[in-house]
């Protein structure tokens, strides 16, 4: 049974920093690409990042590029989000997937972890105070 668990969301004030994980059980965990996503009260889910199986490439959201990274240990099943100089429009339930159709990314990385069969996290919640 595969189980995807994030961790790591809180309150923050704006300009700070906070770091996600998410692990993930009842797979092999480095053959896949994992992603972040995030939804806002009232919007729709919208892709963070992608990162391949080895960690090689990374793809982020342009709201993003620049204040988040994301890396992988493969060794310990988890995915990480560290998320530098936040704003108040960061705050979202973010989410960590696994796209179990492929361990890469590709330019329509959001997309394709729409696509069934993947499998998804409960969420964490951030929030940003101004």
């Known amino acids: 049974q595969v189980q995807v668990v994030e961790s790591g969301g809180g309150l923050v004030q704006a300009g700070g920093s906070l770091i996600l994980a998410c692990t993930a059980s009842?797979?092999?965990?480095?053959?896949?690409?994992m992603g972040w996503f995030r939804q806002a009260p009232g919007k729709e889910r919208e892709g963070v990042s992608c990162?391949?199986?080895?960690?090689?490439?990374?793809y982020y959201a342009d709201s993003v590029k620049g204040r988040f990274t994301t890396s992988r240990d493969n060794a310990q099943n988890t995915l990480y989000l560290q998320m530098n100089s936040l704003k108040p429009e960061d705050t979202a339930m973010y989410y960590c997937?696994?796209?179990?159709?492929?361990?890469?990314?590709?330019?329509?990385?959001?997309?394709?972890?729409?696509?069934?069969?993947?499998?998804w996290g409960q969420g964490t919640q951030v929030t940003v105070s101004s």
């Open positions: 997937a696994v796209r179990a159709a492929s361990g890469y990314c590709s330019g329509s990385w959001a997309n394709a972890f729409e696509e069934r069969g993947n499998y």
């Open positions: 990162i391949n199986w080895y960690g090689s490439t990374i």
């Open positions: 009842g797979l092999t965990f480095d053959s896949y690409a």
